[in-house]
């Protein structure tokens, strides 16, 4: 009991006249601060990542014929079989990465798709799923980056086909990827056949 009230009364003379109460009307803190400006050489360097990300951007920002809502999207590049894509628009391939594009501003989903597409691709996955909403109307804000999505995966050499989710993974609100193997991967596959045989 002392040394509680010892330890009390120790706080208090370290603290006398170094408290004061807060005033009424300043409960709360002051965001009247500005943070700090990026220097030019900060303002360069960004300036410069955009150029260089934009330049290796091959995406289409040009118009776009809109998709109707209701409609489910899909594809299916020449020489893939049809079963490829029955597959993937049944779920019957487990996506290994996800991508999620909704409210986000079409210049940042043309940016972060192209992002994932090549990352995903220097992962070695095959395939993705690509959650961009779906409006009601024709030309709501996710119609038009739905529409725009299924542009801009036919312009991948990679993308073999793409199909609207099962309604557990989105429904018409998201979009599976099927992405060609990549010789890594053919490799392994090739090495995996011989030893079987072997």
Same mark, same amino acid.
């Given at each position: 009991?002392? %040394?509680?009230? @010892?330890?009390?009364?120790?706080?208090?003379?370290?603290? /006398? $006249?170094?408290?004061?109460?807060?005033?009424?009307?300043?409960?709360?803190? *002051?965001?009247?601060?500005?943070?700090?400006?990026? #220097? &030019?050489?900060?303002?360069?360097?960004? /300036? *410069?990542?955009? /150029?260089?990300?934009?330049?290796?951007?091959?995406?289409?920002?040009?118009?776009?014929?809109?998709?109707?809502?209701?409609?489910?999207?899909?594809?299916?590049?020449?020489?893939?079989?049809?079963?490829?894509? @029955?597959?993937?628009?049944? $779920?019957?391939?487990?996506?290994? /990465?996800?991508? !999620?594009?909704?409210?986000?501003?079409?210049? @940042?989903?043309?940016?972060?798709?192209?992002?994932?597409? &090549? @990352?995903?691709?220097?992962?070695?996955? %095959?395939?993705?799923?690509?959650? !961009?909403?779906?409006?009601?109307?024709?030309?709501? !804000?996710?119609?038009?980056?739905? *529409?725009?999505?299924?542009?801009?995966?036919?312009?991948?050499?990679?993308?073999?086909?793409?199909?609207?989710?099962?309604? *557990? !993974? $989105?429904?018409?609100?998201?979009?599976?990827?099927?992405?060609?193997? #990549? &010789?890594?991967?053919?490799?392994?596959?090739? &090495?995996?056949?011989?030893?079987?045989?072997?």
């Amino acid at each position: 009991m002392n %040394r509680q009230f @010892d330890e009390d009364s120790d706080f208090t003379q370290l603290m /006398a $006249g170094k408290v004061r109460p807060v005033s009424k009307g300043r409960d709360k803190a *002051s965001l009247d601060t500005q943070p700090a400006m990026p #220097s &030019e050489a900060q303002l360069a360097r960004r /300036a *410069s990542a955009e /150029a260089d990300a934009q330049a290796a951007n091959f995406l289409s920002d040009e118009f776009v014929d809109l998709v109707a809502s209701i409609d489910p999207i899909e594809y299916r590049r020449d020489g893939i079989q049809t079963g490829v894509l @029955d597959r993937l628009r049944q $779920g019957g391939y487990a996506p290994q /990465a996800r991508l !999620h594009l909704i409210k986000r501003p079409l210049r @940042d989903c043309r940016q972060e798709l192209f992002r994932f597409i &090549e @990352d995903a691709t220097a992962g070695d996955l %095959r395939c993705l799923l690509v959650v !961009h909403g779906r409006g009601r109307a024709l030309d709501s !804000h996710a119609n038009v980056v739905r *529409s725009y999505v299924a542009k801009w995966l036919q312009q991948f050499d990679q993308v073999q086909a793409y199909a609207s989710a099962v309604p *557990s !993974h $989105g429904g018409i609100g998201a979009t599976y990827v099927m992405l060609r193997k #990549s &010789e890594r991967e053919r490799a392994r596959n090739r &090495e995996r056949q011989q030893k079987r045989r072997g």
